[in-house]
């Protein structure tokens, strides 16, 4: 079994071409990568975790203490709280992607096509689901989260909710009517209709994807109401409200629920100590364990700290010096959990600002950065470089990986950029003659425009550590000025999506995608979660194909997914650098543990309820 996964996971990492170029399948072995000692679903027995009172979990991301919804950012840690907080959802996905109803939600989905094209979803709720304080949740909590999502209160703090949108009678809802797309039909009944203008929609199940917040914690004095034609909220709900109710630092709801629907209630959360803690509701018929502790550990002490005890679980270890210093311990020390990342390392440009605006100028920085030398030395050889948007362990780059090693491709090339650069017009010094040396300038409307980039680094990042100097110097080596801005990461992920009001032209990031994969709210012209603020006309169209396909037309989608990740390699509104291995650490004992098969470390906790 260790072979046989080696050999897969020699597949997935070096076909992009990062060691062995373009072998065929037929000619690697598992020779060809590091030793990796696996753990496979069936090697092991299953040991009950509901037998643990404490369950210390480590993660390498720090919390951010947005516990809420994803419009209000989407940092991988605080998701993983919200899956156990938040959790009483009224879909769920498999193992490969697939979305269903969620059947300890919903006793039963009725979908109905109407006559203008519309799909209604009705949903009666299983009787007797309960919030972690023990009150009642019924069809108006669900449809309170509906009709918050959509208001203009809460738009005004998040941006519009990108599933809401969609549904019949938005627009007339933000003028003051009722939602007539939104439905409250008995105590346990309720509806969506999602408009015919936005169908078809590869992913219309989890337009439904909605979990319960109760009203009386985030609205109180307001009341959910349905007089027959839609849905709405009696009562007060404005931004000034729901920014003490909800987004108050030190009582609001996004970090301090006092009422949620989930296994798990919030038993304390340290924003300064990065920690949280979870108790298992006495309300929740899942076994599970009865406490968990979560806290930031850095990627160097990630070992030492299963080692010593002090923690149980270590989550997404990606530094190759941790990863060779845990593949060398003896058999039996701890268990190493092996997945592929179902996301990536890129760098963002702003590309509303200076220089960055312009194509080019973002093709020729990415031929400044040296990938696999990056993946040698940070990640120990246990990753691959990406080309557009897109992680290893998305099952559709899975199934595509020959199309993706055929995308448009920078490599290190100072050459290449140098003559990229010259092409758009960058052959000037500051005194307006031609280029020698130095930074470059070009003759814009204004005047002489300087090619400097001002770059977010985040101060935690291992990774920025090893980016900037090779990056730097190849920058400087091109023509360019380099000024790095250190900051906290909450703070560069906080300019990141902030296009028009930021000063920083560079960004690296990571990110992690989430089980559906829009990219029309990612690089839409209008969406508002578009960081790089990029406004393509044909990038955006072939984001928005990618969203409008036939539910079910898996072919359809995928050739419309590998001509979106074209346009990215393109038009680089961002550049992937590497997507990796992740590593969990875990003390032995904990055999059910897997997060391989999950999302995310915290769905495999839940997974092993009984």
């Known amino acids: 079994m260790r072979r046989a996964l080696a050999i897969l996971l020699v597949m997935l990492l070096v076909l992009p071409g990062l060691a062995l170029g373009e072998a065929p399948i037929s000619e690697i072995t598992d020779e060809a990568m590091p030793e990796v000692a696996l753990t496979a679903g069936g090697d092991a027995v299953p040991s009950d975790l509901s037998d643990i009172a404490l369950l210390r979990v480590g993660t390498t991301t720090p919390l951010m203490g947005n516990?809420?919804?994803?419009?209000?950012?989407?940092?991988?840690?605080?998701?993983?709280?919200?899956?156990?907080?938040?959790?009483?959802?009224?879909?769920?996905?498999?193992?490969?992607?697939?979305?269903?109803?969620?059947q300890a939600v919903v006793q039963s989905c009725e979908i109905l096509e109407n006559a203008d094209g519309s799909h209604t979803y009705t949903i009666v709720l299983v009787d007797g689901l309960k919030y972690t304080d023990g009150s009642e949740i019924a069809a108006s909590d669900f449809v309170f989260s509906a009709l918050l999502l959509a208001s203009p209160a809460f738009a005004a703090i998040a941006g519009p909710d990108g599933a809401m949108s969609r549904m019949a009678g938005y627009e007339a809802h933000q003028g003051g009517a009722p939602f007539s797309g939104v439905r409250l039909l008995d105590a346990r009944t309720w509806a969506l209709t999602v408009d015919a203008r936005f169908l078809p929609d590869y992913h219309e199940l989890a337009l439904m994807d909605l979990a319960p917040f109760p009203i009386a914690e985030i609205a109180p004095g307001c009341a959910v109401r349905d007089d027959g034609e839609g849905a709405y909220i009696e009562g007060e709900l404005t931004e000034a409200l729901l920014r003490q109710t909800v987004m108050d630092e030190a009582s609001g709801y996004i970090a301090h629920p006092?009422?949620?629907?989930?296994?798990?209630?919030?038993?304390?959360?340290?924003r300064e100590a990065g920690t949280a803690a979870f108790e298992l509701s006495e309300h929740s018929a899942a076994v599970l364990p009865k406490r968990i502790e979560l806290s930031f550990v850095a990627q160097a002490d990630a070992l030492n700290a299963v080692l010593l005890g002090q923690l149980?679980?270590?989550?997404?270890?990606?530094?190759?010096?941790?990863?060779?210093?845990?593949?060398?311990?003896?058999?039996?020390?701890?268990?190493?959990?092996?997945?592929?990342r179902s996301g990536l390392n890129f760098l963002g440009f702003a590309c509303e600002l200076g220089p960055t605006r312009r194509q080019s100028v973002r093709q020729a920085v990415a031929m400044c950065v040296d990938t696999p030398a990056l993946i040698q030395t940070y990640l120990g050889g246990y990753g691959a470089p990406v080309y557009a948007y897109y992680g290893l362990g998305q099952w559709i780059a899975q199934q595509n990986l020959e199309a993706l090693n055929a995308l448009p491709k920078y490599e290190l090339d100072l050459d290449a950029a140098r003559a990229l650069l010259e092409a758009d017009g960058w052959t000037l010094d500051a005194s307006g003659a031609s280029y020698v040396s130095g930074t470059r300038y070009r003759q814009g409307e204004d005047g002489l425009e300087k090619l400097a980039l001002r770059w977010a680094l985040s101060t935690e990042s291992g990774f920025s550590q090893v980016l900037r100097p090779m990056l730097a110097q190849n920058l400087t080596a091109a023509g360019f000025e380099v000024e790095v801005v250190e900051l906290p990461f909450t703070e560069a992920l906080r300019l990141f999506y902030a296009p028009g009001a930021r000063d920083v032209h560079l960004f690296?990031?990571?990110?992690?995608?989430?089980?559906?994969?829009?990219?029309?709210?990612?690089?839409?012209?209008?969406?508002?979660?578009?960081g790089t603020g990029i406004q393509d006309v044909p990038l955006s169209e072939l984001a928005w194909a990618v969203r409008s396909t036939n539910a079910g037309d898996l072919d359809?989608?995928?050739?419309?997914?590998?001509?979106?990740?074209?346009?990215?390699?393109?038009?680089?509104?961002?550049?992937?650098?590497?997507?990796?291995?992740?590593?969990?650490?875990?003390?032995?004992?904990?055999?059910?543990?897997?997060?391989?098969?999950?999302?995310s470390w915290a769905d495999a906790i839940i997974a092993t309820a009984r």
């Open 312 to 340: 149980d679980i270590t989550n997404k270890i990606t530094d190759g010096s941790v990863i060779e210093a845990a593949q060398a311990l003896d058999d039996g020390a701890l268990r190493t959990v092996v997945y592929p």
């Open 508 to 530: 690296n990031l990571a990110t992690n995608f989430g089980r559906v994969y829009d990219p029309a709210d990612a690089f839409g012209l209008e969406s508002v979660r578009n």
């Open 67 to 102: 516990f809420f919804v994803d419009a209000l950012g989407t940092n991988t840690a605080d998701m993983d709280v919200r899956a156990l907080i938040h959790g009483m959802r009224t879909v769920n996905w498999t193992g490969q992607g697939q979305c269903r109803v969620n």
């Open 556 to 599: 359809e989608y995928v050739r419309k997914w590998l001509a979106f990740q074209v346009g990215v390699a393109e038009v680089a509104p961002v550049v992937g650098l590497y997507s990796n291995l992740y590593f969990d650490l875990v003390r032995v004992g904990l055999d059910a543990y897997h997060p391989d098969q999950h999302q």
């Open 258 to 270: 006092k009422a949620s629907g989930g296994p798990y209630r919030l038993a304390a959360y340290d």
